[in-house]
């Protein structure tokens, strides 16, 4: 099916762009995506959306989540880091945005990680 592979592509771009590259590019995610591709955004956006049920800037953000989580979990970065290397506006957003998606703030998981490894090694 070609819109299966369409689709698989966009979420490999997605993958490589936040989790592979030291730095997100500096275009809009949109024209990135699409420059990649070679198509229309909008085609890649309603086709996303169409078969994942969610759409291309909420799969990246969940993309992001997933990097800040293992930044916090590296514990090289501090959240200012942490939030300009992913390209939020503000720490404030990025907190924000990991709440939504986690239910937890980011200083929360960190303790809660940090809890969990402290526990594993008095075992």
Do not use: C
């Amino acid at each position: 099916d070609k819109r299966a592979i369409l689709i698989e592509r966009i979420k490999n771009v997605i993958t490589e762009m936040i989790h592979y590259t030291d730095e997100l590019p500096n275009v809009n995610y949109s024209d990135y995506i699409s420059e990649k591709l070679g198509y229309d955004y909008t085609y890649l956006a309603n086709t996303f959306s169409e078969v994942k049920g969610i759409t291309i800037q909420q799969f990246i953000i969940h993309h992001k989540i997933e990097r800040v989580k293992e930044f916090l979990l590296y514990d090289e970065l501090n959240l200012t880091e942490i939030s300009h290397k992913l390209h939020y506006s503000s720490v404030a957003h990025l907190s924000n945005q990991f709440k939504k998606i986690t239910g937890l703030s980011p200083s929360y998981y960190k303790q809660l990680k940090q809890k969990r490894n402290l526990n594993l090694e008095n075992v």
